[in-house]
Structures are given as C-alpha cells and as structure tokens.
C-alpha cells in the first residue's frame, strides 16, 4: 500500500500552514479599494417597524452604501431549509439581533458609526419567550408559530411493564463559538454578477439564497471557500452573506464584513434548547417494555433546520435499544429569542442525556450493572426502529459497549493529590485535607445512535472530479473544509486508487456541483465516495490507455506506488505513462432514496453507533468537577485516518463536555446576556481529560471500503456519560445540563419517580397517576392541555 492511502496516517497538507500561522483564514481576505460592511440590529424581541430613516447615515462622509428592507432587489426571503426569513426587516422585528439595514464605508469605525446613524421607529409588542406559550399564543409570524409537530408510536405504548421510571430532561442553549468569526469578502464581476469569498458550510446552499435575494441568475453568482476556522454546524445558515454581496453590487466596490464575537453570538443559531419527559417500563429482568416520550424545543424566531432536528431528536430518543412498544409526542415551535439550528449532533445530545439517565435509573432499581442493562437491550442488525426503519446496516452495538467497558480505568486519585489533580484545578491555591476527603469519583457510560447523512427525502449527493497529468492528481470538489480533514482524505483515497504520491485537493468553488453541506457526518461518506469514482474512473481510462500502447491485457495491469505494475510488479512509471496528455473524470455519487415517515424508503441513509465511558472527580462541597478520563468506542464502518478520527473523537468529547459541565446561552427577556467569551465559558486544554479509544471496525453496505462518517456520535455519547458519572459520584438525580456547581453542592433537581409495579409479569393498561399537563413538558400555561395557535397572515 502507498504510505498515505486509507488505512495509513496521512499528515493534513493545510495543517503547516495553521501551525506557523501563514494559511489564510476569510478574516485576512483583503483587496484594493475594498469597503467595510455593518449592520444595525434590532434592539427588541418583537415589535412593529414604524419607520427607518437612512438619511442620516448616508450623509456620514465615507459612507458608500446604506440599504434597507425597500433595497433588497429580488425575492425578500431567504432561508436554509424553509424561506420564512425576511433579508432585511421590513414591517416587524422578531428577535434581538435581528438584521435591519446595512452600510458599507471606507473603514469599519465609520461603518458602525453609519450603522448606528441610521434611524428606526419601533412599536414594542409582546413577544413569546416561554416555548410552552407557543402552542396557543397569537401567531408571530405569517407561517405561524409551530415549525413541527411529530408523532408516531409501536405495537401497543399502553402495554406496562413491572418497573416504571420517569423524569422531566432539560438541556439549554448551546454556541458552536467556532474560533474564527464570521468574515468574507464579495466583489462585483464585470458581467454585473458577484464573488463571494467565504467562509462556510455549503457554498451552493449560500450561492442559491444570494442569487434569490439579488435577483442574479446562479450563474453570475460565483463562491470560493476562504479558510474556515471552525464551524460545529454554526455555518449552515445565511448570516452575512447576502449582506456583504447587495453592498458590493450597490456601491461597485469590493466589501468586506466580518462579525465581532458578540455580533456572532447574535448572528448565527445555537443548539437548541430541549425539555424531554421520558417514561420507560421494563420487567424484572431489566428488558424494556415500553417507552412514552413528550419532546419540546424552542425553535426561536425563524425555522433554520429546527423541523429536522426535532425529526432527530423524536427518531432517536429511544435510544440503540431495543423497545417493542413506544409512544413519541414531539414539538419544534416559534418563539421571539434567538434562532437555532445545526449544531454538531443534531438534536441526538439531547435525546441521549434523557435515554441514558433512564437506563441509569432502570438499572439501579433492578440491581442491574449500567452496561448489563444496556448489553441486554442493544439493538441488533434486522431489528427494526420505533419510526419504522429496518437496521440493513453494520449495528455493531453490543460491540461498542462491550470494548468501551474493556477499555484500562484511570489510576485512583492519590491520596496526596495537589490542587491541580483536583476538581477546580488551577483555581484552587492549595490542597488541603479538606478539599481531598470532599471529592467523590463516579463512572458512568453514554450509549447514543447517530443517523449519517441527511435522510428524510433530502437529495444527499456529491460530485468530484479528478485530473492526472504526468503522475501528479488534482482533485475538485465542492465541498468545504471546516477543519473535518476530507482535504486530507481525499488525498488519501486518491493515493490508494491511482497509486501516485502527488495529490493536489483544488480550492473548493461553485464551479463544479454541490457537494452538499459539511455536516450530518456525511463528506467522508457522500465526497469521500464521489472522489472515489472518480478516481477509479481515471485509473481506468490510463490503464486502457498503457494497454494499448504497450500491446498489453490490460487486466495485467495495476497501479501502485507512483508506478503502473505488470502482474504485480513494477513496470512504467506512472508519470512517465502518458507525458503530456490528461486523463479526467467527474463522477457524482448519491447516496439511496430516502423517504419521510410512512413511506416505503427509509427515513435515514445511514446509523452510527458510540459508547463512552466517563470517570469523573466531583468536589461535593463546592460542586466542582474534574473529569478524569472518557473510555471511547465507535462504530466507524473502516478507519480512514487514525490520526484524524482520534483527533474527531476527542474534539468531540471536549465540546460534549462543555455542553454537559458549563455551556450555556443564557437568554433573558430575548437578550442573549453572555454573548463573549468572558460569560459563555468553554472548556480548554486545562479541562481535557484522558481519552483512551477502540475503534469498532464494521463495513457499512454502499460505501466503497465501508467507510462511516464519524465526526456527531463523540458528542452525542460524552454528554450523558459525564453526567451519569456525576450522578454515580453524588446520588443525585440531575436532570438538567449544563450541570452547574449550585446543583451539586445546593443539591437542586427534581427527583425522577419510580413505579413499582407487581412482580407477577402482569401487563395492561397503565393507570396514569397525574394529568398530562404535569408531565407534558409543554402544556400551555394555564390550560392544562395542548393546543395550536392561529396563524395570520399580518402578524
């Protein structure tokens, strides 16, 4: 095998440049006569736009272009996956942040001075701010207030068992905090058209929404992705982009906008905020009998992918098990806080922090080991989802649990631990006896199921092509490197197949086809495969063309470590095979037909299984914890890139962490009120634990070598673990994340309940004890049931 192909660590060919500092990132774009673009926002959660005078701003001297919703020159919506948001805020404003016009002047102070000049007339309304007010509050927009409404159940829900265990799960709001804001660069093309450099997720999602608001064809609508300094799903949506390309397209100079890090917090989504009751009943020898669900999540104020997430979330809450009978009531709804949207894991964080805490506390009630409990109800290949969906694919979940629970333990914390071994780390100043007799270590493991790939009736494909000249690969393809590494493996695939060292990954465009989005870990999967074909198709048309040439079978003939081989030997140089002539292919790759629910195709492409092992030090007096190590095993179909797929697995496990132990959006009154990074605390180097990992080697059917994406099941696993192991450490029930030091050492959280029922295998209807509106995590205020709000059409 030639070192770098599949299998083999394969260096990044970007990663030298990251490290010294000299790779270009979309905030270092810059070009001659450029402008600076800003943005004036609203300053209310909901309220009528009485008047916008621009006036003003347009006679600041250096200012060149000031817009509002009246300038928007073709369609006045956009939107990821539904166009319900206006470009620029026309008669109401329906969350604090939210666009209202924009300038571009020769510098940014005067840009922001612009910006601020520009003079707007608001009438205040009430906003909805409680999700739960949603479903029966007046509409606060033309589409209504409820992105979605899923619901579905399996064999009989009302079927007991003889141990019942239920618990209200919630979760806040979630920042992707990518390290590099949001920047590019648009500049007007002499055809009337416009090239936006940026740094994004999916450059044909963003080419096709700025083409509908400037009225351009697409093609007079060109994108190149600049440098991406993270993305987490944060770079899914439309933020500036519009923006940027309606000033560059007004004033005939190239602009530049780029956010701050609070106009980011405010521009794009965040992970949504979750309310999960769960009931499951089991029998006696801890195998689940039945599973009823009531979801809620605050979508905020425009739809993003809030109605796919909740598909997510509602899908996959029962968790990789096992479960004959299930009932699954689930909203995505409007509020006037923030919106949300993509954010690494896609609404499976959530559903696992709730599924795992409940086979916690099945298994402590049976006297059951967490991981006998889980081993006992795994799915299996065949077994068939409470949706509907048939598992044809690689199901290796008792496999992952069983080599995560193998995997070493860390050593005990000494019994001399210094500050620094102690939950609190470098701010304690001393370790003294005190602090070590109040630290308390728990274990507890994570068990999550992961959809891969898009699903639900949505096109999920890629196309690349491949150019070999005189021995040295260029590959194009669309799709964007968020730091994922497909530009790594794509290098990689390509050594294998055509045997050559040199391997150039083009500057991803839109001239080529979509690759679709860098998310649902998919670009291994869906571009990873159309490189693959097209680079097979190369390989083939320079071996017919040497077996022509040479008189030879061409079945003789291969391709290995930068030579073209006859009967396995090396025979011709690969660069020497054909000298000046080309051989190119574009190839695109689809994955299969999906459908939504009912219908004859699956609901998902794909499954990706995690099991995560958490060991954490808690301080019980001062609710501090430390997490010691996380034990990872992951289905990952075939490893690709060891390097890279640790590298996923413990960024995962980081970011889970801080979901988990300490991140949280805290929203007030419409108002994100830590919008930094001195208020919105993550989790650093100083945090990271130990990650040991075991990697599940299952060939996934369809996917050439087998491969499986892998970037979303850390996130989802880490989550639960770290809070089981809390929970195992303090014996509280923490139902809520972030798990914050108050709920530890002040000891708050509502105890989930137990049922115990007869121990005689008895079945039949279960006697509810409390009125849907106590359990229902989103019965409307004051009416004790749910309902649905009006929509009309003038909010």
């Known amino acids: 095998m030639i070192d770098g192909a599949v299998g083999e660590r394969a260096r990044r060919p970007d990663g030298p440049g990251k490290v010294t500092g000299t790779f270009e990132y979309a905030n270092d774009l810059t070009t001659p006569g450029m402008l600076w673009g800003a943005t004036l926002r609203s300053p209310h959660p909901y309220a009528r736009?009485?008047?916008?005078?621009?006036?003003?701003?347009?006679?600041?001297?250096?200012?060149?272009?000031?817009?509002?919703?009246?300038?928007?020159?073709?369609?006045?919506?956009?939107?990821?996956?539904?166009?319900?948001?206006?470009?620029?805020?026309?008669?109401?404003?329906?969350?604090?942040?939210?666009?209202?016009?924009?300038?571009?002047?020769e510098d940014p102070v005067i840009a922001e001075r612009a910006a601020r000049a520009v003079e707007v007339v608001y009438e205040p309304l009430t906003p909805i701010l409680d999700p739960r007010d949603a479903l029966t509050a007046e509409a606060i927009h033309p589409h209504g207030n409820i992105y979605r409404h899923v619901q579905f159940s399996a064999g009989d829900p009302d079927v007991r068992g003889e141990v019942s265990v239920e618990a209200t799960y919630e979760l806040e709001r979630q920042d992707h905090v990518f390290l590099a804001p949001e920047a590019g660069?648009?500049?007007?093309?002499?055809?009337?058209?416009?090239?936006?450099?940026?740094?994004?997720?999916?450059?044909?999602?963003?080419?096709?929404?700025?083409?509908?608001?400037?009225?351009?064809?697409?093609?007079?609508?060109?994108?190149?992705?600049?440098?991406?300094?993270?993305?987490?799903?944060?770079?899914?949506?439309?933020?500036?982009?519009?923006h940027a390309c309606m000033l560059a397209l007004d004033s005939g100079r190239p602009v530049k906008m780029h956010y701050s890090r609070e106009e980011s917090f405010l521009g794009h989504r965040q992970r949504h905020a979750a309310r999960i009751w769960l009931r499951h009943q089991a029998d006696r020898a801890g195998r689940l009998v039945t599973m009823e669900a009531r979801v809620m999540m605050d979508g905020g104020a425009y739809a993003s992918t809030s109605a796919v997430v909740l598909t997510n979330t509602a899908t996959l809450v029962q968790g990789p098990y096992r479960i004959p009978n299930v009932r699954v009531d689930a909203w995505a709804v409007r509020t006037n806080n923030p919106s949300c949207g993509a954010m690494r894991g896609f609404g499976v964080p959530q559903a696992a922090f709730a599924h795992e805490a409940q086979m916690d506390l099945l298994a402590a009630e049976l006297?059951?080991?967490?991981?006998?409990?889980?081993?006992?109800?795994?799915?299996?290949?065949?077994?068939?989802?409470?949706?509907?969906?048939?598992?044809?694919?690689?199901?290796?979940?008792?496999?992952?649990?069983?080599?995560?629970?193998?995997?070493?333990?860390?050593?005990?914390?000494?019994?001399?631990?210094?500050a620094l071994d102690l939950p609190g780390g470098v701010g304690r100043a001393v370790a003294t006896p005190r602090d070590r007799g109040a630290v308390r270590r728990?274990?507890?493991?994570?068990?999550?199921?992961?959809?891969?790939?898009?699903?639900?009736?949505?096109?999920?494909?890629?196309?690349?092509?491949?150019?070999?000249?005189?021995?040295?690969?260029?590959?194009?393809?669309?799709?964007?490197?968020?730091?994922?590494?497909?530009?790594t493996v794509a290098q990689q695939i390509t050594r294998g197949i055509l045997g050559v060292h040199d391997v150039v990954v083009d500057q991803p465009d839109t001239l080529i086809a979509s690759a679709g989005s860098t998310s649902a870990s998919r670009q291994t999967m869906a571009s990873g495969s159309a490189v693959h074909l097209a680079c097979s198709t190369v390989r083939e048309r320079l071996l017919q063309h040497v077996a022509r040439k040479r008189?030879?079978?061409?079945?003789?003939?291969?391709?290995?470590?930068?030579?073209?081989?006859?009967?396995?030997?090396?025979?011709?140089?690969?660069?020497?095979?054909?000298?000046?002539?080309?051989?190119?292919?574009?190839?695109?790759?689809?994955?299969?037909?999906?459908?939504?629910?009912?219908?004859?195709?699956?609901l998902y492409v794909a499954f990706g299984y995690s099991a995560q092992r958490a060991v954490v030090d808690v301080d019980i007096d001062l609710g501090l914890v430390r997490v010691v190590q996380v034990a990872s095993a992951q289905d990952v179909g075939v490893v690709v890139n060891p390097t890279q797929l640790l590298g996923q697995v413990e960024g995962g496990i980081v970011q889970g962490m801080g979901l988990a132990l300490m991140e949280e959006v805290v929203v007030r009154d419409g108002a994100i009120v830590n919008p930094n990074l001195q208020d919105y605390v993550i989790p650093t180097i100083v945090d990271a634990p130990e990650v040991v990992a075991a990697f599940v080697e299952a060939p996934e059917?369809?996917?050439?070598?087998?491969w499986k994406g892998v970037g979303e099941p850390p996130i989802c696993s880490v989550v639960p673990a770290v809070a089981a192991a809390i929970r195992n450490a303090t014996g509280l029930p923490l139902v809520k994340a972030p798990i914050k030091p108050e709920h530890i050492a002040l000891r708050q959280g509502v105890e989930p309940r137990i049922d115990r029922r007869p121990t005689d295998g008895r079945t039949g209807p279960i006697q509810h004890r409390h009125s849907r509106a106590r359990s229902a995590p989103w019965a409307p205020r004051g009416t004790g049931r749910p309902g649905h709000a009006g929509q009309r059409s003038d909010p």
């Open 701 to 706: 059917p369809g996917m050439p070598v087998g």
């Open 185 to 242: 660069l648009a500049v007007p093309t002499p055809d009337g058209g416009v090239e936006l450099s940026v740094a994004t997720q999916w450059m044909h999602s963003d080419r096709d929404q700025i083409a509908w608001a400037t009225g351009l064809p697409p093609e007079k609508v060109r994108l190149r992705l600049s440098g991406v300094g993270g993305a987490f799903g944060g770079r899914e949506d439309v933020t500036f982009q519009i």
């Open 367 to 418: 006297g059951l080991d967490p991981v006998q409990i889980r081993l006992r109800n795994a799915l299996e290949r065949g077994d068939r989802l409470a949706f509907g969906q048939v598992l044809d694919g690689a199901t290796p979940v008792c496999e992952v649990i069983e080599q995560c629970a193998a995997l070493p333990m860390p050593p005990d914390l000494p019994p001399d631990a210094g």
């Open 551 to 602: 008189e030879l079978a061409q079945d003789r003939l291969g391709l290995a470590d930068g030579y073209v081989t006859l009967d396995g030997e090396p025979f011709l140089r690969i660069a020497e095979a054909a000298p000046g002539l080309s051989f190119r292919a574009t190839e695109r790759f689809a994955h299969r037909k999906t459908g939504t629910f009912g219908d004859a195709e699956p």
């Open 442 to 487: 728990g274990v507890g493991y994570g068990v999550s199921i992961k959809n891969l790939a898009f699903g639900e009736g949505l096109p999920d494909e890629s196309t690349a092509s491949c150019l070999l000249r005189d021995g040295v690969a260029t590959i194009h393809c669309a799709c964007a490197e968020v730091g994922q590494g497909f530009v």
């Open 49 to 105: 736009i009485m008047k916008i005078d621009t006036a003003p701003a347009k006679a600041i001297p250096g200012v060149h272009s000031v817009l509002a919703s009246w300038d928007v020159p073709g369609d006045v919506m956009f939107g990821l996956a539904v166009r319900d948001e206006l470009v620029l805020a026309m008669d109401y404003v329906r969350y604090i942040g939210e666009p209202v016009a924009i300038v571009a002047a």
